[in-house]
C-alpha cells in the first residue's frame, strides 16, 4: 500500500519537551503533508514540504524530509498541553495526483 | 464563518435505512472530498469531485453515492446501511484537483452510528 507508516502510534510528554513524529512511505511523492486533528473535530492543514524541500519550519513545528529513506519527521518544540492532538501525514504521489493519503496518524498527548 | 461545513454532526440510524450527509464549503474551491475514518483513525479517501465532475472513485460499495449539485456543495447518500458502515465521515475542499500543491481544508466530521 502507499500509505506507509506512522511511528509512534501513541506519544505521552510533559510541557516544555520536544516532540518528534515519523512518517514513512513507500512510492514516490510530490509532496507531504502533515496535519493536526483535535478530538471530535476536522483535520487541519499545518505544514507542506516538497519533494525538492529538505526542511520547513512554521512558529514551533519543523518538518524534515529525507526522500532517500522515503521518511519525514514532525519536531514540536516546547510542546503545550494544547499540542495534544493527532498528528498525520499525508502523501501525493506522483501518480494520481488528485489523492492525498492519510495514514493513522500519531496521537499526542502533552501533559500539564 | 465555517469554511466546510457538513451535516449532520452525528447521525445514529438502524440497519437497512437510508441517510444522507450534506457538506457546503465557502472557500471558492474547486475540489471537494468524502473520506472515512474508522474506530483505528484510518483515514481514507472515498470520492473527489471537481467542478461536479466526478474525479476519484475509490473502492467503495455502490451504496454509497456522493452528489455534487454545484462545486460548492458534496452531499453523500447511503444506501442500505450496515453495521461496518459506522464511523465519522469528513467532508474536504481543495482549490485544485491537483494534490500538488492544495492542501485539504476538512470539515468537522459527521459520526455515523449504525445500530
Known amino acids: 500500500s502507499q500509505q506507509g507508516e506512522e511511528d509512534p502510534q501513541a506519544l505521552s510528554i510533559q510541557e516544555g519537551e520536544n516532540a518528534t513524529m515519523n512518517c514513512s512511505y513507500k512510492t514516490s511523492i510530490n509532496n507531504l503533508q502533515w496535519y493536526r486533528q483535535n478530538s471530535g473535530r476536522g483535520l487541519v492543514h499545518l505544514i507542506l514540504i516538497r519533494s525538492n524541500e529538505r526542511e520547513k519550519h512554521s512558529g514551533r513545528l519543523r518538518v524534515t524530509l529525507d526522500t532517500s529513506k522515503k521518511s519525514s519527521s514532525l519536531l514540536i518544540t516546547a510542546s503545550r498541553a494544547a499540542d495534544t492532538a493527532s498528528y498525520f501525514c499525508?502523501?501525493?504521489?506522483?501518480?494520481?495526483?488528485?489523492?492525498?493519503?492519510f495514514g493513522a496518524g500519531t496521537r499526542l498527548f502533552v501533559k500539564a | 464563518d465555517t469554511a466546510v461545513s457538513q451535516t449532520p454532526k452525528y447521525l445514529v440510524t438502524q440497519m437497512g435505512n437510508d441517510k444522507s450527509i450534506k457538506c457546503e464549503q465557502n472557500?471558492?474551491?474547486?475540489?471537494m472530498y468524502w473520506y472515512k475514518q474508522d474506530s483505528k483513525k484510518f483515514l481514507k479517501i472515498m470520492f473527489s469531485y471537481n467542478n461536479k465532475e466526478l474525479i476519484i472513485n475509490e473502492t467503495v460499495p455502490n451504496r454509497f453515492s456522493p452528489k455534487s449539485p454545484d462545486k460548492a456543495h458534496l452531499n453523500l447518500h447511503i444506501n442500505s446501511l450496515e453495521l461496518g458502515d459506522s464511523a465519522v465521515y469528513f467532508c474536504?475542499?481543495?482549490?485544485?484537483?491537483?494534490?500538488?500543491?492544495?492542501?485539504?481544508?476538512f470539515g468537522n466530521g459527521t459520526r455515523l452510528t449504525v445500530t
Open positions: 474536504a475542499s481543495s482549490s485544485t484537483a491537483s494534490s500538488y500543491n492544495s492542501p485539504l481544508h
Open positions: 472557500l471558492g474551491h474547486d475540489t
Open positions: 499525508a502523501k501525493a504521489p506522483y501518480t494520481g495526483g488528485f489523492k492525498t493519503i
